[in-house]
């Protein structure tokens, strides 16, 4: 019995979980899985009622469960920031989610923006440091609206959570190198600026070469500056495999992932705690797209992308694999992974999927 917290969230991010649920529910059954949902309404709309965002109370409750199901969150109403840093970011720190997992994989039928790139050459993965950095908050502000003003914005990153962030990482490239000979022929890719950033980029860059010598001989590793990584992510991806980063590169450099995969609608992440009791969360990347909520129109493939690492992490790797052939299938059949332009409603999405199974 899996027991798993439900958060829709605001805008199209019901529409999305359900459709996600309705496939989960299908691999759960074909795979004699029991599963067990409860629903949470932390949001925009429960903050505009309440003032509350994701109280303590709410990170205790969640810590009952094996993991999270998130939509959306985003209120048009609500001003920027509060939702985000109150419960995606408060999330993601307080359950110590401190590995952010963003493939980035194009499947056969998905249009890409980059010419001549097909399906095998854009199929990697990003691992975003997801708990450090210059997400910490840590620095300030003084002589605020005076001439003088000055601000700072730590990137602050300890040896404990560059180890930890690396050693899922090159465990992880040990499993694509024994899955597939493409993956193996292909290094792991640190990517940083330690051109720049003399301090943190070399603690990242000889916890990296230390692990990997002494722990991952056999697997070639690589570096890139964060610059150059945006470039060759549009004309070489096929050169990725396996890509480590700290937290703020990895947050922009996922987004251009997403986009050459096929844009928000297909784009999936977990927010992982791979530790013994750890609490994931997973979701899609994209946000709660309120123009179109109530339409019928949004694709829920990300989200049913997001619960396949969702069932994946939670050690169901055949329904995970199952669910990932039927989104294939389905991806094939629809003209375009975009809002209103599927061919297909929401819903007829997450039908097709569910039936593939
Ligand atoms: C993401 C988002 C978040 C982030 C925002 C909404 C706080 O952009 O998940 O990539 O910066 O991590
Ligand atoms: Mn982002």
């Not at 691999?27 to 599963?35: G, T, V, Y």
């Not at 500056?225 to 703020?248: C, G, Q, R, S």
């Not at 995969?261 to 784009?267: R, S």
Request: charged share 25%; glycine share 10%; aromatic share 8%.
């Amino acid at each position: 019995m899996h027991k798993i917290a439900v958060i829709p969230g605001d805008g199209t991010g019901p529409e999305v979980i359900k459709e996600g649920i309705k496939v989960i529910d299908a691999a759960a059954k074909k795979f004699n899985i029991k599963l067990e949902y409860t629903y949470f309404d932390f949001g925009g709309e429960r903050y505009l009622k309440t003032g509350e965002t994701l109280p303590d109370s709410a990170i205790a409750e969640l810590k009952k469960f094996e993991a999270i199901y998130l939509g959306a969150i985003g209120h048009p109403d609500v001003k920027p920031g509060i939702l985000e840093t109150g419960i995606l970011l408060k999330a993601r720190f307080a359950l110590d989610q401190y590995i952010n997992l963003r493939p980035v994989k194009l499947y056969p039928g998905v249009e890409t923006p980059l010419k001549d790139k097909v399906p095998g050459d854009i199929d990697f993965v990003v691992i975003r440091e997801n708990s450090g950095g210059i997400y910490t908050g840590i620095g300030g502000a003084t002589r605020v609206g005076t001439p003088d003003e000055i601000a700072t914005q730590v990137m602050v990153y300890d040896r404990r959570t560059v180890d930890r962030c690396l050693r899922y990482s090159f465990e992880l490239k040990k499993k694509r190198n024994a899955k597939n000979p493409a993956y193996a022929a292909k290094p792991i890719t640190l990517v940083h600026k330690r051109n720049v950033l003399m301090h943190a980029g070399d603690l990242w860059y000889r916890a990296f070469e230390e692990m990997g010598e002494r722990d991952y001989p056999e697997i070639k590793r690589d570096y890139n500056h964060i610059d150059a990584a945006n470039m060759w992510f549009v004309k070489n991806p096929e050169w990725y495999d396996v890509i480590v980063t700290e937290n703020l590169f990895g947050d922009i450099i996922t987004d251009l992932g997403a986009m050459i995969q096929g844009g928000l609608g297909v784009a999936s992440g977990g927010n992982i705690n791979p530790d013994k009791g750890g609490i994931s969360m997973f979701e899609p990347m994209g946000g709660s797209a309120p123009k179109y909520t109530g339409k019928n129109v949004i694709n829920p493939m990300a989200t049913i992308g997001a619960g396949m690492m969702m069932l994946d992490t939670l050690g169901e790797s055949q329904a995970a694999a199952a669910i990932e052939t039927a989104m294939a299938a389905a991806m094939l059949k629809m003209k375009s992974q975009a809002a209103g332009r599927m061919g297909y409603s929401t819903t007829e999405v997450g039908d097709m999927v569910a039936k593939a199974i």
